[in-house]
């Protein structure tokens, strides 16, 4: 599947430099050095693992995104936009889950046989840490300090970042297990969530 993406660097301790969209592709086989070749756009990567690294890369923008939103607020400002920009990255992170549970770990599961002790079963743990605490953020949100509020966002990143290091190794394998069918679905099902979002 070529080699492994840079290891996420963005924790909302400090302001993070843009990340270059090369640090997400998979390496592909050279294409031709043909003039017509070079002059033709080229085409997005479609490979499953691409996809999922995409939505590693929506998420953090997401968190980059609020982080900034609150940080100059004053403490009775509205803070209704960045509620918002939460609930999306709460949404687009459970789709995400929700996709490598049901079938991307789950196939790997029933092929490989590792279910209890396997690496899938440490994910799928740190899936429900994950939906935890973006829940507490939630819950938090409308009433708790800014200063508390940028605590929780910077221990979340650094728990999904984290958690994104050792996520990432499974996608090549997964996409080597998946059935046509399997593959065709999982695309179907992340594709309408797979656009960055706007800074406001």
């Not at 070749?37 to 980059?64: C, F, G, K, S």
């Not at 982080?67 to 709460?90: G, N």
Request: aromatic letters at 4%.
């Amino acid at each position: 599947m070529g080699e492994s993406p840079k290891a996420h660097t963005s924790h909302l301790g400090h302001i993070p430099k843009p990340r270059p969209a090369a640090a997400y592709r998979v390496t592909r086989v050279a294409r031709s050095t043909s003039v017509a070749v070079q002059n033709q756009t080229r085409p997005a990567d479609t490979t499953l693992y691409a996809t999922m690294l995409a939505q590693h890369r929506i998420i953090d923008e997401l968190l980059v995104q609020l982080r900034q939103m609150i940080q100059p607020l004053e403490e009775r400002a509205d803070r209704a936009p960045s509620r918002r920009v939460l609930l999306r990255l709460q949404k687009t992170l459970l789709a995400h889950i929700e996709l490598e549970d049901t079938i991307l770990f789950r196939e790997f599961e029933a092929q490989s046989g590792l279910r209890e002790e396997g690496p899938t079963a440490t994910l799928r743990r740190e899936h429900d840490v994950l939906k935890a605490r973006v829940t507490e953020l939630l819950a938090a949100w409308k009433s708790s300090s800014i200063a508390l509020l940028l605590r929780q966002l910077a221990a979340f990143d650094a728990l999904y970042t984290d958690h994104c290091r050792r996520e990432d190794v499974m996608y090549g394998i997964c996409e080597r297990l998946l059935s046509p069918e399997l593959h065709a679905e999982a695309q179907r099902r992340l594709t309408p969530t797979s656009k960055t979002p706007k800074l406001r």
